[in-house]
Each structure stands twice: as C-alpha cells, then as structure tokens.
C-alpha cells in the first residue's frame, strides 16, 4: 500500500492561522522504533511543525514506545504524569498542546485501559501498523477534540513511500523486514509485530539509493530476523534471499559499508559467511545475539539451537571472515536458570569474546510462555549474575582492545568528537569508536586508521603515515 499524503495539509492550513508550531518527540525500545521515528518525523513536519528537543515548548508531543521489559512501561507513565499540569496550562493559555502515543506498548490491553483511565488527556492512541492514520487522528484531535484510542487499524499491509527525516550524517538505517516469526517464549515482540513481512527489493534498493544520492555512506539493514528477508515471497519473488539482498545493495554507488541487524543464529547460512567473506563492504563486527549459553535454557527458550552449535557458527565464521569479531544480546536469570546454567554462559563469553554485549535481567512478559513457567528467579539473584556478567565483560574489553593496537582500519570520519571538540571520531571496520586527529575535509571519507591507544569504552588512533 502506498501512503498518500491527506491530512498532513489539512494541518498545515490550520497552523498556518498560529504562530510557529513545535513537536517533540521521544523514542524508546530498539532501532526498529527509531527507524519507525524517522517516518513519524516525516509525516509530522509534512503538517507544519518544526523538531525541538526542548519539551516545554512542544505543541505536538509523540511517545514512540517499547514493552520489551517492564521499566519501559514504567517510563512512560512517569513522563505522562508528568505533563497533566502542562496540559491543563496550555489549555488556559489557549495555547494547544497534543499528546500523542504510538509504538509497541500500544497494543497491549493492559496499557489501553490505564491510559484511557489514569491519563484521559492522552488525545492520541495508535498501534504499530497504523502509521498511515497518524495525520487524520490528529486532525480529528486538533479540528473536532476527538480523541482517538484505537488498537489496529491495518492488519498486515506495509506502507510505502512514508516521508522520512534520516538523522544528519552519513550512517542510515532501512527497515527491510518487519515482525517475527520465533516466538522466542520470553519475548513479547512476535505478539505486538505481528509475523514476518519482508518489504519489496525494489523498494528496499530505491530507498537506499536516494540515501547514497544525498551522500550517505553507511547503510544498517533492520529487522527483528533480517536473515529470514524474503522466506514470505511468494510467485516471481519467491527464492529471493537476504544474500540476494545484500548483492543488490553492494551495487548500489556511494554505499560503502553495510551493516544488519539482527541476524538470527539459527538462520545464519553457509551461503551468508561465503557472500560476507567476499564483500570488505559488509560491517566486520556481527550481532549474533546469544541469550543464553546453556543447551538447556536454550531449548526453554525456543531458540533452536544449541551452546555446541552457537560455538560451532562462530568458529566457521572466524574461521572464513578475517578480523571478524562479535556482539551480542544476553539475558540472565530466564526461569529455572541454574548455576551451572549461568557458568555456562560465562563459558561461552570467555570463548567467543565479545566485543559488545547488551545485556538484560529477565522480565516477565504478560501472554508470552515462560511468563507461566515455574521456578521464576528472584529478582536479587538476577543482578547478581548481571554483575558478574559485566564484570567479565570489561575485562574482556580491555584484552580485545589490546590486541588492536598496532592494526590499521578502515574509518568513516563521522565528526567531531562528542566528548572532546578538538578531535574527530569514526568507528572502526568492527565498530570501535576511534578518535584522532583530523581536518574538516576528512569528515565524510574513509581512511586509514592505525590503533595507538586502548582508553577501555574507545580507542586513539592516528592517521597511517604513507
Ligand atoms: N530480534 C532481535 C532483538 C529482540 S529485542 C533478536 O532476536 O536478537 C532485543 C533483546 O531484548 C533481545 O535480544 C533479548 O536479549 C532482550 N529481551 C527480549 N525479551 C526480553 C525479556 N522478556 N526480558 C529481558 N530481556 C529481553
Ligand atoms: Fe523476540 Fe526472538 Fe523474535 Fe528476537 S527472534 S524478536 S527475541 S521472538
Ligand atoms: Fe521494544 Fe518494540 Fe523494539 S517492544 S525492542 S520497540 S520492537
């Protein structure tokens, strides 16, 4: 389906009575709901308003929401309570102000009813594949003050041609696959995403391609499984592969490293480490998300593999792709998760070495299956594994950043520094953060970087002398 602006000028015309008019907006959860920010951003500056990062000065604010664990939920409240007051102000002022929610918290029944109970001035409520009803619900809100608290509008169609705001820079990132087909039994995003929708080729490459035009360099491919794109193509398409995918991307000019994520161990073929081997273009450092080193916790999770497997994947990619290292997501304390169960977690860490783990304590799930499991574990003994997690973790750190130096790699000048405004910084082909010394005509091309120094959460480098 083809998104088609509507009732984006219809707000215009309104606001143009108005003096300026400001949106906020505050995103939470993954980068498929930042990707999903940039399209809300789009729509929303089509209706007149312009970006700011101050609050208080909104007229327009958007909650692009998460339900992955539950202090995100927690967060939300928090910021809805707290604007109760500036709404009843701004009414008094006759100075409007709309509060709007849209993400995955949206589609839970539990959080539709406390909305509509505890914060009635919410004016509008949109589920995660009810993009293309943002304007005319706001429209509705602003022109007849009807709020607007529905669930789904649009079951299963994706939306093109959505206006997008990309950050500025030369990094972008393009969702190609929406929803999940795994029901991994901790985790809620199958429920709220819906099953896997792979976007078309065509419209995957022309996005893509416009990026290059406007001088973006770094292209992230994103899903929930971006290595099972293309297994719903039916008819001409069908045998269509992420691989497939990738080849098309690699010829697209200007595009100079490609990343994705995430990718799915048990979906990760032979075909991708060859295609990945070949192509200096695909990104050295892979999310190759864990959760669990246990073969046991493993198989409650329904993750379809085994520690022995997970290992085996890694060593086959070491072993074809050089310089390659890894990232991960892990969750400590799944129910019924033993001592022995953790160690061997720890086990695989020590072995794989991670250069980033994203690590989480467990969180109960509403209507997911190991919400109804047995032996859930107490709270305390989570942060404890968590703390030895971490612990682990920096050290490791530490050893890989060490065996860098000395190396030379491959760097998109991103900028100046954020932390120190003399120096530039960029990422490496595995995506350490480097800072150096650099000019202004450096920012925006790759050169080669050698590794002097390990500074633990970033590396210095300096430019290789020719
Ligand atoms: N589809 C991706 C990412 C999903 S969400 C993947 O499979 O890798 C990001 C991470 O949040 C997950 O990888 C998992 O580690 C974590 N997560 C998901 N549900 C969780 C829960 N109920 N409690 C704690 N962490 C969770
Ligand atoms: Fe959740 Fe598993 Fe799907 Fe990732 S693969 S989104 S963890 S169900
Ligand atoms: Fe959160 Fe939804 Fe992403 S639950 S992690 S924002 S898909």
């Known amino acids: 389906m083809r998104y088609k602006i509507n009732f984006e000028n219809k707000i215009k015309e309104l606001n143009k009575e108005k003096s300026k008019q ?3 907006i505050d995103t939470m959860g993954c980068a498929l709901n930042e990707n999903d920010s940039m399209k809300y951003k789009g729509i929303i500056e089509e209706m007149g308003y312009v970006c700011t990062e101050d609050i208080e000065k909104a007229n327009l604010i958007l909650f692009n929401t998460c339900a992955i664990r539950e202090n995100a939920e927690e967060k939300l409240y928090g910021r809805l309570g707290q604007l109760k007051n500036k709404k009843i102000k701004s009414k008094k002022e006759g ?14 029944k539990s959080v539709l009813e406390k909305i509509k109970t505890s914060y009635p001035y919410v004016d509008v409520v949109l589920g995660t594949k009810s993009m293309q009803y943002f304007a005319e619900k706001v429209y509705l809100a602003i022109k ?18 959505v206006p997008i705001v990309y950050d500025k820079g030369y990094k972008a990132s393009v969702s190609i696959i929406y929803g999940c087909n795994n029901f991994c039994s901790y985790c809620i995003v199958p429920y709220i995403r819906g099953r896997e929708r792979s976007r078309l080729p065509e419209d995957i490459l022309k996005d893509i391609a416009e990026l290059a035009k406007k001088g973006y360099k770094e292209i992230t491919l994103l899903g929930q499984n971006v290595n099972s794109y293309g297994n719903d193509f039916k008819g001409e398409l069908s045998g269509y592969s992420f691989v497939d995918l990738l080849k098309d991307v690699d010829k697209i000019e200007g595009i100079e490293i490609i990343k994705f994520a995430s990718p799915h161990p048990k979906d990760f073929t032979d075909e991708l480490i060859e295609y990945i081997s070949e192509n200096k273009k695909i990104s050295r450092q892979i999310h190759l998300p864990l959760q669990s080193g246990s073969t046991y916790i493993l198989n409650q999770m329904n993750r379809k593999y ?161």
């Open 144 to 161: 007849e003050n009807k709020k607007t608290k529905e669930e789904q509008l649009n079951e299963h169609e994706i939306v093109e041609d």
């Open 22 to 24: 400001y949106y906020y």
């Open 306 to 466: 085994t520690k022995e497997q997970y290992l085996n994947l890694v060593e086959k990619i070491k072993e074809k792709v050089k310089d390659v290292s890894f990232s991960t997501d892990i969750i400590v304390g799944f129910p019924g998760e033993s001592e022995e169960n953790f160690l061997d977690t720890l086990d695989v860490v020590k072995k794989v070495k991670f250069d980033m783990i994203y690590m989480f304590c467990y969180s109960v799930r509403k209507g997911t299956r190991a919400e109804k499991m047995e032996n859930q574990i107490e709270e305390s003994i989570k942060v404890e594994r968590l703390e030895r997690l971490k612990a682990l973790y920096e050290k490791m750190v530490d050893d890989n950043n060490n065996a860098k130096i000395g190396k030379v790699y491959k760097v998109l000048i991103e900028g100046k520094s954020k932390n120190n405004e003399d120096k530039y910084s960029g990422r490496t082909e595995d995506n350490k953060v480097v800072v150096l010394d650099a000019n202004p005509e450096d920012v925006g091309k790759i050169l080669n970087i050698k590794i002097i120094k390990n500074n633990k959460w970033y590396l210095t480098g300096e430019k290789e002398k020719i």
């Open 95 to 108: 100075n409007e102000l709309y509060i709007c929610i849209v993400g995955c918290m949206t589609e839970q």
